[in-house]
């Protein structure tokens, strides 16, 4: 083999381990910005086809505790919020617009306060409203949020008409979102694990 052609092989060799390295790091960036705002720790829900929790809990604005065993019958959108979550924010017209649509159908919304002050969420909902059928639930010892696996906020879980979590949604909903796993869950369907969204854990992020 000639100098020259050892020269040739050996550049040849050199831009195909840079292009693999180049193709590596392209891969790696890829993976981890896609994973950007989502917790590593999220998998998919095992709750999809069990119970529901039927834990009884505080009103959040009023005396007295409530059970969504009482809805049985209904589909239940039961919505995990906090005050400092800011995907909360972003979602809770979605949740306000498609609650009062479904005002007059077999559909109940829960909003669950996680982790928080009873007077910020109250103060929460002063500024961003307080959605028609729903109930709103203080859970000040995270029993429920422990009951439903919850990683941070917002989650959100279907319960069919039977009292079976049917559906999950980990971030922000958005109304064509909810509208359709409605009619999915109405029309007897399990939708399951649905798309992953940013969720925040705590008020520090």
């Avoid at 590593?40 to 069990?50: D, F, N, T, V």
């Avoid at 559909?107 to 909902?125: C, H, N």
């Avoid at 949020?145 to 949604?169: L, M």
Wanted: aromatic share 10%.
């Amino acid at each position: 083999m000639t100098e020259q052609t050892t020269e040739t092989t050996s550049r040849t060799g050199l831009w195909v381990t840079l292009v693999l390295i180049v193709a590596i790091v392209a891969a790696m960036v890829v993976v981890f910005s896609s994973r950007f705002g989502k917790d590593p720790s999220l998998i998919a829900s095992p709750l999809i086809g069990k119970p529901a929790s039927t834990i009884e809990l505080p009103y959040l604005e009023q005396d007295g505790t409530f059970s969504i065993s009482e809805l049985r019958g209904h589909v239940v959108v039961v919505n995990f919020f906090a005050s400092w979550c800011f995907p909360c924010r972003e979602e809770h017209p979605a949740l306000e617009q498609v609650a009062a649509a479904y005002g007059d159908k077999d559909v109940r919304f829960v909003g669950i306060v996680y982790q928080d002050q009873r007077d910020s969420a109250i103060a929460f909902l002063d500024q961003f409203g307080r959605a028609e059928n729903t109930v709103y639930l203080f859970d000040p010892d995270s029993r429920a949020a422990i009951d439903y696996g919850v990683f941070g906020v917002p989650e959100t879980f279907y319960v069919n008409q039977d009292g079976i979590i049917v559906a999950k949604k980990t971030g922000p909903s958005t109304v064509g979102e909810l509208s359709t796993v409605i009619e999915t869950v109405l029309r007897g369907e399990q939708p399951g694990n649905l798309n992953e969204g940013e969720l925040q854990r705590g008020p520090s992020g």
